[in-house]
Nanobody, 124 residues
Framework: QVQLIESGGGLVQAGGSLRLSCAAS????????MGWFRQAPGKEREFVAA???????NYADSVKGRFTISRDDTQNTVYLQMNSLKPEDTAVYSC??????????????????WGQGTQVTVSS
């Protein structure tokens, strides 16, 4: 069992930056691929970014060049640095953990555990 707790969300103006953090419980964090997903009001949840156990990353086209995912296995934490934010980035951002995966998957079904989410609001 893994518990995931996100933090770092908030209100920011367009063009600004935020860094989200996701802290995981347990001693096997390095064995999980980690992902970030988001859900805007009235929309389906969508993939944002993922990082594999080996550190390989994968991004949605909508955030490439603006967002950076990273992980610190010594701190059991995954980060999402978000730059050049746009109003369309407004959503609840959730992190997810996929046991044993060597891939930075963008598929929700590849993840076993989910956090509660943190709200990101970008004003125009």
């Amino acid at each position: 069992q893994v518990q995931l707790i996100e933090s770092g969300g908030g209100l920011v103006q367009a063009g600004g930056s935020l860094r989200l953090s996701c802290a995981a419980s347990g001693r096997t964090f390095s064995a999980y691929a980690m992902g970030w997903f988001r859900q805007a009001p009235g929309k389906e949840r969508e993939f944002v970014a993922a990082v594999s156990r080996s550190g390989r990353s994968n991004y949605a086209d909508s955030v490439k060049g603006r967002f950076t995912i990273s992980r610190d296995d010594t701190q059991n934490t995954v980060y999402l640095q978000m730059n050049s934010l746009k109003p369309e980035d407004t959503a609840v951002y959730s992190c997810a953990a996929g046991w044993g995966s060597w891939y930075a998957s963008g598929a929700e079904g590849d993840y076993d555990y989910w956090g509660q989410g943190t709200q990101v609001t970008v004003s125009s």
